[in-house]
Nanobody, 113 residues
């Protein structure tokens, strides 16, 4: 059974930083693309960042330069370091892996003073 468990969300002030982590089980993570998505209230889920098995990364324009995605195949984990957070970054952040379309339960990130 595939499980993805996110952690690290919370409340942070504008300009602050958070590190999200996702622990994968039930898969050989090294052959999967790991990704982070987010969904703000009333909006569609959007891809924020991804990292391929070979280490190629993608970053959404909305967060490029402020985020770094990292995979640790030995630990079956993918993380997202987020800096200079803005109020518009407030959303539920989801970890996902592909192929297979597996998702975590999401972790809330709220950026507010």
């Amino acid at each position: 059974q595939v499980q993805l468990v996110e952690s690290g969300g919370g409340l942070v002030q504008p300009g602050g930083s958070l590190r999200l982590s996702c622990a994968a089980s039930g898969i050989i993570f090294s052959v999967y693309t790991g990704a982070w998505y987010r969904q703000a209230p009333g909006k569609q889920r959007e891809l924020v960042a991804s990292v391929s098995p070979g280490g190629q990364t993608y970053y959404a324009d909305s967060m490029k330069g402020r985020i770094t995605i990292h995979r640790d195949n030995a630990k079956n984990m993918v993380s997202l370091q987020m800096n200079s957070l803005k109020a518009e970054d407030t959303a539920v952040y989801y970890c996902g892996v592909s192929p297979g379309g597996y998702w975590g339960q999401g972790t809330q990130v709220t950026v507010s003073s």
